[in-house]
């Protein structure tokens, strides 16, 4: 098959040196993606809802010492460890975007998936913490993306509804995808520019050249998952 | 060589010392079977204020703790549990691998030592064989109770959705299901079987309601030789087939961790490791029951003697020592390995801030067992066994404790790292618990605790038999 | 042929000799082995009683079932992928290595299940011989069930409580099962 072939379509690069871990896009997504706030205490315990997070390290010894930021999200893996393990089918490969779909009301709530996730990308819905939406909040959820009920795993889409909505724009006007037209919460709300999204199967795409840049790396390289994210940090010794 | 054997069916007179000792033995004192049989029956059907007091007890908590709890949950939604980001699975997890690893007591007991004919096995094989289908039937339930959505839980079923989509046969839970299901049936089948020509003993012996559901159990057992050689046969053909079901039971559910990329879980060993370990915890329980039956039901101390906890005590010790040998061997392989991720989790087991389960484990499993067991003494005394086998199972729950939520806590990414405190899995593990003892008990009132025919088969089979001036005991092989 | 009345020759535990013995005799007296049958409460060998043995397709029934499991899993493992394909993990639809678990648990599935089968339906099938019992069998009596002529009566009777036998007539078994 030809998707095989493919390397991977949508893909997306991280700047980590640009990043100023503002917390932006982790807002943005969970406006878009309809995903609820816990409460204090919940949230407190460790069960916050975050389809991406912005990981905070130091570095250096006190006094020198420095934030290093990483968001981190769903990497969109290739070869997903999340999805064969799940007994439902509730998780699996899109061939034509190439990326992992969550298929909610598939999903029993076994957590092996999350459990088999070496990125910890994924939520679980504890409660109906969408159902504790105060009355007028509910206004804001997005019409295009499922509100999810209690019992089901989530997780990052590269928000696949933006996606279908410019191949369909695009293939309305009879044209193909620009580069840079379609863009994910996180990436749009972005105030450095430090996310950037687009086809990596175009080599002239931006994010496929940034995804060549020599400060890149992907997450947990070794465990051969082959992560559509790339991660750009020059640790000091800027080159290319 | 000239041999005199004597048959223990008929009294020996002057009994000498030598033989007073071998009497001790089970099958070496031997009753006629109409006695056999009357002390069965009426340790089933006496009961004592406080058998019921116990079993109301149970039975109230079986229902607040277990459905109750379950309830409450299955309403409100699963995070009344503990678990949280890092740690999807937790106590859930870990008492349904430690109620599988039960489970794996009444076929070791009852399936190896039979094909490798240890005879010391007959009067507690359905003890034991009771234990794996309630261990099952406890166990089988946590992942179920575990899902998010528990009432969708028949889609792992496999039967195709109205989209002609069929579950995921390349996953371990899958693969759980078939296993769980395949040993639940054969192991309650190979429960049945032998149990046949009791219930017909028992049919002939009660009246009413008794009467009337032996009579539908035994199936119209006569004892013809036809009846017999199916029985020998289905037997035969259960005791093989059902060993190399149990040991994939327990690997598969060792499976549900080792193919994972969690660092310490993707471990290649872990398949024989969790045998070991179930045996090690099975064999422990069966010890336990055996103890608490010899001293609640009646007449059981004939049938269940020092010398069985003796034998057993050495097998414990034996699989104390292979489950630290795998342990160990798991252990250092992982450590040496060098890769920071699987270091930095067995750092957290040894000294983070749940440690003292960890080193409590080592203590259970593997200190007290080798101080103790290699002593004659200790193993036949029935309170102290009681007490290091129901050390040995905390232990196993520890190991199991240590295993998946202790290792999920400690992930690659530090910024992930969490602890995980159980909330309601501890309310649900005691109904769990309540339910096997209550089912326990009720089925030791209705079903024969004691194979009256292999016992009486295995007395049969022994004799005294005397070389030159020394009398030993010796078995002929009847089956 | 008028059905002839079932005797049952009741033997203690410990007269296992004497059965053999009994078996014998009758067979003497032109009683052939189709109309004796043996009823014990614990097992015994049919050599030990010196008897024809028994035939029993169990293990054909067990074998049967275990081809039906292990087809059931071919088909799971290497048929369902293709009615539905979903692409997981980068794993290739129809998997050999995962194949092998379904395949062992299904086939022993069958196995067991209808060796049970097999029990049980060739247990509450009709069967052949005299149908006899007594409640002592379970007592680990040894009871010898035969049909014999009228005419022999006085001789078998002879000879088999000179082998200490407590002969019960008329030992046609209540119903003991359901139906």
């Not at chain 1, 912005?54 to 969109?76: A, F, K, T």
């Amino acid at each position: 098959m030809a998707e095989e072939k493919q390397t991977g379509r949508w893909g997306m690069v991280i700047d980590l040196d640009v990043c100023t871990g503002c917390n932006a896009c982790v807002t943005a997504c969970a406006m878009e993606n309809n995903i609820p706030w816990t409460g204090e205490e919940d949230a407190g315990y460790g069960r916050g809802m975050h389809w991406i997070r912005v990981q905070r390290y130091w570095e250096g010894e006190y006094p020198d010492i420095s934030p290093h930021y990483q968001p981190v999200m769903c990497q969109q893996c290739g070869r997903a460890p999340c999805e064969p393990v799940c007994p439902v089918f509730a998780t699996v490969h899109s061939e034509e975007q190439q990326i992992n779909l969550q298929v909610y009301n598939r999903c029993i709530g076994t957590r092996y998936c999350a459990n088999n996730c070496p990125y910890i990308a994924r939520s679980f819905n504890w409660f109906d913490y969408s159902q504790q939406i105060p009355t007028p909040m509910n206004y804001y959820l997005n019409p295009n993306v499922t509100v999810r009920r209690r019992g089901v795993m989530e997780k990052c889409t590269f928000c696949v509804q933006r996606i279908y909505e410019g191949q369909e724009r695009a293939k309305a006007e009879g044209r193909a995808v620009r580069d840079g037209e379609i863009v994910p919460a996180c990436a749009q709300a972005c105030p450095t520019d430090a996310i950037i999204f687009g086809d990596l199967s175009d080599p002239d795409s931006r994010v496929s050249k940034a995804a060549r840049n020599q400060r890149r790396y992907t997450l947990l390289e070794e465990l051969g998952t082959e992560p559509k994210v790339t991660y750009l940090k020059g640790e000091g010794t800027y080159g290319g | 060589m000239a041999v005199e054997a004597k048959s223990l069916s008929t009294p020996i007179h002057g009994v000498d010392d030598e033989e007073a000792e071998l009497r001790e033995q089970l099958m070496f004192d031997p009753r006629p079977r109409e006695e056999l049989n009357r002390m069965v029956m009426e340790s089933m059907v006496h009961t004592t204020p406080r058998y019921w007091a116990v079993v109301a007890f149970l039975a109230v908590v079986v229902l607040v703790c277990l459905f109750g709890a379950w309830g409450y949950m299955i309403a409100t939604g699963i995070g009344l549990a503990g678990v949280r980001k890092p740690v999807y699975w937790g106590v859930f997890i870990v008492t349904f691998v430690f109620w599988i690893g039960i489970s794996h007591a009444g076929t070791f007991v009852s399936a190896i030592l039979r094909v490798f004919k240890a005879e010391f096995r007959r009067p507690f094989t359905r003890a034991a064989e009771l234990m794996t289908t309630f261990g099952l039937a406890a166990g089988a339930l946590y992942p179920l109770i575990h899902l998010g959505r528990v009432w969708v839980f028949y889609w792992m079923i496999p039967y195709p959705n109205a989209r002609w989509l069929w579950p995921n046969f390349r996953s371990p839970l899958v693969w759980d299901f078939l296993a769980i299901t395949t040993y639940l049936l054969s192991s309650t089948i190979y429960l049945y079987l032998p149990l046949i020509p009791d219930l017909a003993m028992a049919r002939d012996r009660t009246k009413g309601w008794r009467h009337a559901v032996y009579k539908a159990l035994a199936l119209g057992w006569r004892g013809t030789e036809a009846e017999w050689a199916r029985l020998r046969k289905a037997i035969t053909i259960f005791a093989f087939a059902i060993i190399p079901v149990m040991f994939s039971v327990h690997t598969i559910v060792s499976w549900d961790f080792a193919v994972s990329q969690t660092p310490v879980w993707n471990s290649t060993i872990f398949g024989p490791y969790f045998i070991v370990g179930a045996i090690l915890s099975g064999v422990s329980a069966v010890v336990t029951i055996l103890v608490i039956l010899r001293a609640t039901l009646k007449h059981m101390d004939y049938f269940i003697r020092k010398e069985h906890l003796d034998a057993l005590g050495k097998l414990l010790l034996v699989f104390s020592m292979a489950w630290a040998y795998f342990f160990f061997n798991d252990y250092l392989v992982s450590w040496y390995g060098g890769y920071e991720a699987v270091r930095k989790v067995l750092f957290f087991h040894s000294s983070g801030p749940d440690a003292w389960i960890w080193w409590s484990m080592i203590v259970f499993n593997v200190v007290i067992p080798w101080l103790t067991l290699w002593n004659r003494r200790i193993r036949r005394t029935p309170w102290v066994m009681l007490i290091i086998t129901l050390l040995i199972n905390v232990g196993m729950y520890f190991e199991r404790y240590t295993i998946v939520p202790m290792t999920l806590a400690h992930q690659r990414f530090p910024f992930d790292w969490g602890t995980y405190v159980p909330r309601i899995e501890i309310i649900i593990s005691i109904g769990t618990l309540a339910l096997f003892i209550l089912l326990y008990m009720l089925a030791s009132r209705f079903i024969p605790m004691v194979p009256v025919w292999e016992v009486r088969e295995g007395q049969e089979a022994h004799m005294i038999r005397q070389i030159g001036k020394a009398r030993v005991p010796t078995v002929s092989e009847l089956e | 042929m008028p059905r002839d009345i079932v005797h049952l020759a009741l033997f203690k535990e410990e007269q296992l000799n004497e059965a053999a013995e009994a078996i014998q005799v009758l067979r003497e007296m032109g009683i052939s082995d189709h109309e004796i049958s043996v009823i014990s409460g614990a097992p015994l060998q049919e050599k030990m009683l010196g008897r024809p043995m028994t035939w029993t397709r169990i293990p054909l029934i067990g074998i049967s079932g275990a081809l039906v499991g292990f087809l059931t899993a071919l088909f799971f493992n290497f048929g369902t992928p293709l009615l539905y394909p979903i692409r997981v993990g980068g794993m290739a639809f129809q998997t050999i290595p995962t194949s092998f678990v379904t395949i062992f648990e299904l086939t022993m599935l069958g196995l067991l299940i209808s060796t049970f089968i097999g029990v049980f339906v060739e247990t509450i099938s009709p069967s052949y011989g005299p149908q006899g019992y007594d409640e002592r069998i379970s007592d680990g009596y040894i009871g010898v069930l035969f049909s014999a002529p009228a005419e022999l009566d006085a001789r078998m009777h002879e000879a088999l409580t000179a082998l200490g036998a407590e002969i019960v007539h008329r030992a046609e078994a209540k119903k003991l099962w359901l139906f």
